[in-house]
């Protein structure tokens, strides 16, 4: 029950659409190294994950680790405008790495086997572009050489982060450090027992303009005062050995050579990481969509019901053909917003950011769930991806942002467009 055809849905027309061949190469490798090492591994990740300490590291991720590795699928994001001396990644454009996350993103462990995986991705794009020179030594180093992993701390418990400027966790000097305090939680990859550093976004300044109050700041998750409170669940799922944590920091001393690129420039950061972080998510879950279309026709061929196949029914073919065309959309929706962030930078491709964000998980939901109803119960059980599928793809209406967050920047964008001052509208308030 893999459904993990060769064929790349879609990749005849992604030359193009100005996907380069370098690119289009390493799709095919890729596409191969999951149809040989991936797929066939699946039902042995879960038999190791469930053998004695769910989080303790996995043995067969790092087989396959070093078998990309040496196969150079290794580092595959990054593009210039992060890296432009190309000294860590493979130099990919974000246009060229979009069918590439796909393909990775139809096992949802997968992207680490490639060290493309969340938080770790926009952490390591974080440090290229904002690191000292001593934060890349000390951090970005073994994070792209995949000997450690990281968390990245922003949304808290006690109040609604969707508007990040509510974060109430402290980032106060003293003498040559900084001392934090606050909980976070849903910080991923917490879990395992590799992560040994933090992204912190707190407050620096609370008097500060709006906007430059906040900072980033580097803490190792060993320091004293730092303790995780509890593993948190995904409708159920632990997501071991990975998982998301909810983290105390009790007056956690790290020196000031930890603050990322200075005081007050948090939410400059925050754009920076999360625009690119935000399309990964996308990509990746076009890949799980494609998975489950590809499940769903899989079973209305084999599965007999009336008298005759499923797939013979006509409402069974108008789910495949809903799914096919919302899939497509989708894609081209993902292409279109990487290529602008390519051209025109993350800042002028924000509303073809947000956009993609409602649309990617809103596709993947229906499809998947399309997918669970042709295989009736089987497809709410363990015998099946899709009910884990489901439920990822469901967090990711509300990670990095919910809905009416981005929905609110496409409006906002459209209504500039067609000339509409907002503010005016609202009386002169912004």
Known sequence: MTA???AVPGAAAL??????????????????????HIYPNEAAFLAEVGAGDRWAHLHLLEDLKARAQAEGLWNLFLPPASDPEGRFGAGLSNLDYAPLAEQMGRVWWAPEVFNCSAPDTGNMEVLARYGSPEQQERWLGPLLRGEIRSGFCMTEPDVASSDATNIRASI????????????????????DP????????????PAAERWRQQSMILVPLDAPGVTRERMLTVFGYDDA???????????????ASHLILGEGRGFEIAQGRLGPGRIHHCMRLIGQAERALELMVARAAARTAFGKPLA???HTRELIAQSR??????????????QMMDTVGNKAARGEIAAIKVVAPGVALRVIDRAIQVYGGAGVSQDTPLAQMYAHARTLRLADGPDIVHTETVAKAELARQGIDLRVARGGKA
């Open 4 to 6: 993990a055809p060769h």
């Open 15 to 36: 030359a193009a659409f100005g996907v380069s061949e370098r690119a289009l190469e390493l799709l095919d490798r890729l596409t191969r190294f999951m149809a040989e």
């Open 172 to 191: 106060r000097r003293d003498g040559d450090g900084y001392v934090i305090s606050g909980r976070k939680w849903w910080t991923s990859g917490a879990g």
């Open 194 to 205: 590799r992560c040994q550093v933090a992204i912190f976004m707190g407050q620096t300044d």
């Open 241 to 255: 050995p990975h998982g998301h944590a909810e983290l105390s920091f009790h007056e956690v001393r790290v020196p």
């Open 312 to 314: 013979a029914h006509q």
């Open 325 to 338: 065309m919302e899939i497509d959309q989708a894609r081209l929706l993902t292409l279109q917003a990487a």
